[in-house]
């Protein structure tokens, strides 16, 4: 609730809980923060933009076979992902769909967000992660680290380096399919080899496993009563049905993250509604 007051709205990303938390401590000690937000959307660091270049090249291309052997575990649900919906629309979904409620969505917030497709998937991912995704980052680093007194900046989102690093083809941010692969060739020798090598991983935040646990009855303490603004998204027996879903079956991480975020924005949205009195008499 105290993010969500801080925020003044309710946002994507569970990675925000740990911003938070981070910067309360953060702030204790230092009034200026240095984050990396921009690498990713700047130089190919999510593993949508591998899948990405998979569907683009087709399987009957080098790079294909090169980069399909290059995939991890956790890569492998967005591939499937991106190729089923390709199959489907003969076009490249640009983020996950999560509701699909329209009565949610005036005109285009939530279908330009995450039912954008496109035909040129690397290329309309970069845009969509800069001018999109990216501005909603910063928004909420910017109100959690303010809401501890921290001035955060980003140096890799600086003008030079966008323009510099947006004239580079994406294809050669992504040699054999490693993730900020150019980014990391630059690096060697002015980071720490440990760091060059780490695995791909976001802001780590494990309410996919609270909410299963330590969280699940805060959870239908707050989703599973009635609310006008909740039934507007998606109705209280498919809350109920989801909830259950993600306590008896676990699915494989990147699907299990997917349902984890429904439950987190739900209840983002259900502590807005709380605090600012929305869909209430007042």
């Known amino acids: 609730d105290k993010l969500i007051d801080h925020l003044g709205q309710p946002r994507m990303g569970m990675g925000s809980f740990s911003q938070y938390m981070v910067a309360r401590i953060a702030g204790k000690h230092r009034k200026v923060f240095l984050s990396g937000h921009g690498g990713d959307e700047l130089f190919a660091g999510y593993p949508i933009f591998k899948a ?38 003969k076009k490249t979904p640009l983020a996950p769909e999560l509701f699909t409620r329209s009565s949610f969505s005036s005109a285009t917030t939530l279908e330009n967000n995450f039912n954008s497709v496109s035909t040129f998937p690397l290329n309309d991912l970069q845009e969509y992660y800069q001018s999109t995704y990216l501005p909603g980052l910063l928004l909420v680093e910017d109100a959690l680290s303010m809401a501890h007194s921290l001035e955060t900046r980003m140096p890799l989102w600086s003008p030079d380096l966008i323009s510099w690093a947006n004239r580079i083809k994406i294809e050669e941010k992504l040699p054999k ?23 791909k991983r976001g802001f780590p935040t494990p309410l996919r496993k609270w909410f299963r646990k330590e969280l699940l009855e805060y959870v239908t303490d707050r989703l599973l009563p009635s609310s006008s603004v909740l039934d507007m998204i998606i109705p209280r027996i498919e809350r109920e049905k989801m909830i259950y879903s993600h306590v008896k079956k676990p699915l494989p991480f990147a699907l299990d993250e997917r349902r984890s975020h429904r439950i987190w924005i739900l209840l983002c949205i259900e502590s807005w509604a709380r605090q600012y009195k929305v869909g209430t008499k007042y």
């Open 177 to 199: 399919g490693q993730l900020k692969g150019l980014f990391r060739e630059v690096a060697k020798g002015i980071v720490p080899k440990a760091l060059l090598s780490a695995p």
């Open 52 to 89: 990405a270049l998979l569907i683009q090249n087709g399987w009957l291309s080098a790079r294909f076979w090169q980069v399909l052997g290059h995939l991890s575990y956790n890569e492998i649900p967005w591939v499937l992902y991106m190729a089923l919906k390709r199959i489907k629309g």
